[in-house]
T-cell receptor, first 112, second 115 residues
Framework: ETGVTQTPRHLVMGMTNKKSLKCEQH?????MYWYKQSAKKPLELMFV???????ENNSVPSRFSPECPNSSHLFLHLHTLQPEDSALYLC???????????FGQGTRLTVV | AQSVTQLDSHVSVSEGTPVLLRCNYS??????LFWYVQHPNKGLQLLLK??????LVKGINGFEAEFKKSETSFHLTKPSAHMSDAAEYFC?????????????FGSGTRLSIRP
């Protein structure tokens, strides 16, 4: 266990659905990240939050909407996704004084 | 802008023989460098990290990596491979952005171990 918990672990959704991925960390970190891991592709950094403020957005389509209500929780709201959005979505947290990230187990998303 | 290149997408070695996974990086600043491992259907686990202290870094499970600034490399090694080492390995560079770190992954190297 890394102290970063993601729910759900698996999600199947239709292209017209709206769903949310949740990430929670109990490490006292103040930076949180969303990554996308697709088959045959490198991990893609999607969003970075520091002290609940978004500091990085890597040209992610607007059908992905992040939310960071406090330093322990991070959400990824999903709507009108495409089949190519099917992937493993990983959440991570880190601390300002330390540069490595601690990862959750991921949510395996399938868009049908 | 920082980036990291893993030179081999797949490495296969026999059990008991040495492992070498290659990584080159590009960074505008003094980077922090890491190796992560991902076993099938598992999350990412930190193997080791370099943060401008000793250039030879020891990690878990007998792995080591050496930071060579002149070659911009951070190759991962292990003297003797075990079957349990079969996994995907990621080289990672981290630079500061604002008050957080921007953590960029390489494309990964799949390590297979032959009995």
């Amino acid at each position: 266990e890394t102290g970063v918990t993601q729910t759900p672990r698996h999600l199947v959704m239709g292209m017209t659905n709206k769903k949310s991925l949740k990430c929670e960390q109990h490490l006292g970190h103040n930076a949180m990240y969303w990554y996308k891991q697709s088959a045959k592709k490198p991990l893609e950094l999607m969003f970075v939050y520091s002290l609940e403020e978004r500091v990085e957005n890597n040209s992610v389509p607007s059908r992905f909407s992040p939310e960071c209500p406090n330093s322990s929780h991070l959400f990824l709201h999903l709507h009108t996704l495409q089949p190519e959005d099917s992937a493993l979505y990983l959440c991570a947290s880190g601390d300002r004084g330390v540069t490595e990230a601690f990862f959750g187990q991921g949510t395996r998303l399938t868009v049908v | 802008a920082q980036s990291v290149t893993q030179l081999d997408s797949h490495v296969s070695v026999s059990e008991g023989t040495p492992v070498l996974l290659r990584c080159n990086y590009s960074s505008s600043y003094s980077p922090s460098l890491f190796w992560y491992v991902q076993h099938p259907n598992k999350g990412l686990q930190l193997l080791l990290k370099y943060t401008s202290a000793a250039t030879l870094v020891k990690g878990i499970n007998g792995f080591e990596a050496e930071f060579k600034k002149s070659e911009t490399s951070f190759h991962l090694t292990k003297p003797s491979a075990h079957m349990s080492d079969a996994a995907e390995y990621f080289c990672v560079v981290s630079d500061r952005i604002s008050s957080a770190s921007k953590i960029i992954f390489g494309s990964g190297t799949r390590l297979s171990i032959r009995p």
